[in-house]
């Protein structure tokens, strides 16, 4: 729970820190590093609720409810850029990619539980 806590600490400093300005130079197509970083940061959050969790009997409410929670926490950070700081904006793009790196997390998450563990015969 440490380390959740401590990652969530580390992306609210990335996310309202106003001398840090992302690269939006195009990565792949259209899409931006700074989108690839938004998901690959929302994404490790998922997975760190997702490990947090892992133990609890209803794993589809728990996907659901991580999903969730990663998506209000990196929308909640991008109205925290506007409303907080004056070098940072909110971005649509920005949160979108919040919520879509939290749903990747899960579905890594899961992808990985799927090929990783073997059932006990």
Known sequence: MRVLLIYIVILAFLSLNP?????SSPAIGAIAWDKLDHSAAYGGLSVLLM?????YRQQWLVSLTVWLAGSMIGVLFEYCQLWFTSSREFSYYDAAANVFGALAGVVL???YRFVAVKPVK
């Open 19 to 23: 001398w840090l300005h992302p690269d």
């Open 51 to 55: 490990w947090a969790y892992r133990e």
């Open 109 to 111: 998450f899961w992808g």
